[in-house]
Nanobody, 121 residues
Framework: QVQLVESGGGLVQAGGSLRLSCAAS????????MGWYRQAPGKQRELVAT???????NYADSVKGRFTISRDNDKNTLYLQMISLKPEDTAVYYC???????????????WGQGTQVTVSS
């Protein structure tokens, strides 16, 4: 089994910064793409950013230039550095990972439980 645990969310004023972390644990053989998604109240979950095992990144237009995704492959940990936060960034942020386990030796998709980010105006 695989667990993804997010941390680092909280309440911040507009213009402020936060750093989210997501630690993957369990019977992990390898991790392919990792990503951050978010869901605001009454809205669908949307992509924020993704990063491949080789470090290639992709960002939603709404966060380009403000958010930076990174990962530590040795620690199986994903990060999201967020600066210049806006009230519209308020959402629950979810970690996602494509993980190959020792038991199945095939990739499956896993989600974390989410962490709340609230940006006040």
């Amino acid at each position: 089994q695989v667990q993804l645990v997010e941390s680092g969310g909280g309440l911040v004023q507009a213009g402020g910064s936060l750093r989210l972390s997501c630690a993957a644990s369990g019977s992990i053989f390898s991790i392919n793409v990792m990503g951050w998604y978010r869901q605001a109240p009454g809205k669908q979950r949307e992509l924020v950013a993704t990063i491949t095992s080789g470090g290639s990144t992709n960002y939603a237009d709404s966060v380009k230039g403000r958010f930076t995704i990174s990962r530590d492959n040795d620690k199986n940990t994903l990060y999201l550095q967020m600066i210049s936060l806006k009230p519209e960034d308020t959402a629950v942020y979810y970690c996602n990972a494509e993980v190959k386990t020792w038991r199945t030796m095939r990739y499956n998709n896993y989600w974390g439980q989410g962490t709340q980010v609230t940006v006040s105006s």
